[in-house]
């Protein structure tokens, strides 16, 4: 049988049995058609046939209308990484319910949460900050800065790169697809995510001074848990100084990878680093903070950069953050990430024992660090050798610390990595439909078995058919 009509129909299969098991997520999915285009209002919880609709959640648990409780590996992508019902964060979420919301106006609680932010990423580059609604909006604003300062129009951007719904940048985009986006109408420059030679080969062919900014995550997050390499970063942080450009670090996700963001782990400072939800304890929010002379040109006295939002100082996030940073603190960082890097050990063993890594790559190393897609071929990167390329494996995990990511490639890499998100939703594990598993500080050892177990099964299931796929 050949690989495309195996994973088809075991696709297929895999989509009757869910559907005859959540019939009444078919019906809510239905049922909200009426209302919404697609029955979705947010593009990254579509999955085939239908996505699951939740009834509840407590701690590192979610249960479905349909009455199954699943365990939860996906951690809302990051933003809840407290789990869902954290008794100090909903103490806190009551305490600012009772003292009223919605002021129009400033309040002590913004004041000490910006203090407890800028002390905790000061080595980041952080020592003035400002709050928004999301993580888009910090990166926008942050995009909108470096214009107005440097004066300039080019925004150098990566390939895979995810910085919120309107600065997107699949594959596809990178190598001159016509499929319409909805990014915002900067003038953007393209360039390979961790490869410096080509990077370089591509700032050659920009106007001279015409560089404003320069955006990347140092761990990519929808990418696939993709992290860039030191050598790659303080090569960007050069690259900025030397053209006077802003380097723009969106740690929305990353950050949570190191005490004080990631970037601060790899000894390198962004002039302009935006921070996500989960800093403002899983709430609404969003934030950029930089250098000091950056941010002080957002002083409404001094009159220069204009930054309104109505719910950039809400008095749920700022309290819910306060607790939030304390919550997790460097110790639980720490535990989270080592929670991480062993489960991805485990999976890597797993892929191993059960031959779906090449040979070079086995006796190479057990730790794949990066995938690079750009003009070349899908391509491994050893971490001890960033310059030598292997062959992908058909089945691999991308990773740092506590953000995780099971992956596939070929023709059918789409295929397979649908079979294995039903895989674990029939084993009442909660993941994201592109293999995303950024553990919550909720998720025990025993849920981390379940779910190496469950890959071992499913590569048992159907290694025969990954390593010969056509």
């Known amino acids: 049988m ?8 075991a696709l297929r299969g895999a989509h009757e049995e869910y559907s005859k098991r959540n019939s009444r997520s078919l019906k809510a999915h239905r049922d909200a058609h009426s209302h919404l285009p697609g029955g979705n209002t947010r593009t990254v919880l579509h999955m085939e046939p239908f996505p699951l609709t939740w009834a509840s959640a407590t701690s590192g648990t979610l249960t479905s209308v349909d009455g199954d409780t699943y365990i939860d590996l996906l951690g ?7 789990g869902h019902s954290e008794p100090r964060i909903a103490e806190a979420v009551q305490v600012a319910l009772s003292k009223g919301w919605n002021y129009g106006g400033n309040s002590q609680t913004e004041k000490e949460f910006a203090q407890k932010v800028c002390e905790r990423f000061t080595p980041s580059g952080i020592e003035l900050v400002r709050f928004t609604n999301s993580g ?114 969106d740690e929305v996700m990353c950050s949570r990878l190191g005490y004080s ?22 709430m609404t929010f969003g934030a950029f903070g930089g250098r000091r002379h950056i941010m ?27 607790v939030g940073l304390d919550i997790y603190k460097a110790g639980e960082v720490d535990r989270l990430n080592k929670l991480g890097e062993d489960l991805k ?35 491994v990167q ?54 995303y598993t950024p553990l919550t500080l909720r998720a025990e050892e025993a849920h981390v078995n379940d779910y190496t177990n469950a890959i071992q099964e499913f590569v048992r299931t159907h290694k025969h058919q990954l390593i010969y796929k056509s």
Not at 2 to 9: K, L, P, S
Not at 76 to 82: L, N, P
Request: hydrophobic letters at 40%.
């Open 136 to 249: 888009t909006e910090a990166n926008t604003t942050a995009l909108g800065a470096a214009l107005a300062i440097t004066k300039r129009r080019k925004i150098l951007v990566f390939s895979g790169g995810y910085h919120g719904s309107t600065l997107v940048f699949p594959m596809a985009l990178m190598q001159g697809s016509t499929a319409p986006t909805m990014n915002l109408p900067h003038d953007f420059a393209y360039a390979p995510y961790n490869n410096i030679p080509e990077t370089s080969a591509i700032l050659k062919y920009l106007p001279q001074d015409s560089l404003a900014a320069i955006l990347v995550e140092p761990v990519q997050g929808s990418g696939g848990c993709r992290p860039a390499t030191k050598e790659f970063l303080h090569f960007l942080r050069d690259i900025a100084d030397k053209a006077g450009a802003l380097l723009i670090f």
């Open 345 to 379: 050990t485990k999976i890597q063993q797993i892929l191993i024992d059960e031959g779906l890594y090449p040979d070079t790559v086995k006796n190479a190393s057990s730790t794949l660090i990066e995938i690079d897609s750009f003009q070349r071929g899908v391509t």
């Open 76 to 82: 809302e992508f990051s933003a809840g990484i407290f």
């Open 261 to 282: 963001g990631y970037s601060a782990t790899q000894g390198v400072r962004g002039d302009i680093v935006t921070l996500g939800k989960y800093v403002g304890g899983g």
């Open 2 to 9: 050949a690989a495309t009509t195996y994973v088809e129909n």
């Open 382 to 435: 050893l971490e001890e050798d960033p310059t030598t390329q292997l062959d992908l494996p058909p089945m691999f995990i991308t990773a740092r610390g506590s953000m995780l990511n099971v992956r596939f490639s070929g023709p059918d890499a789409a295929k397979w990595q649908g079979l294995y998100h039903h895989h674990m939703l029939a084993r009442n594990i909660h993941i994201a439909v592109r293999g």
């Open 296 to 322: 002080e040109l957002f002083d409404p006295s001094k009159n220069q950069l204009f930054h309104p939002g109505t719910y950039n100082n809400n008095v749920l996030s700022m309290h819910a953050g306060i």
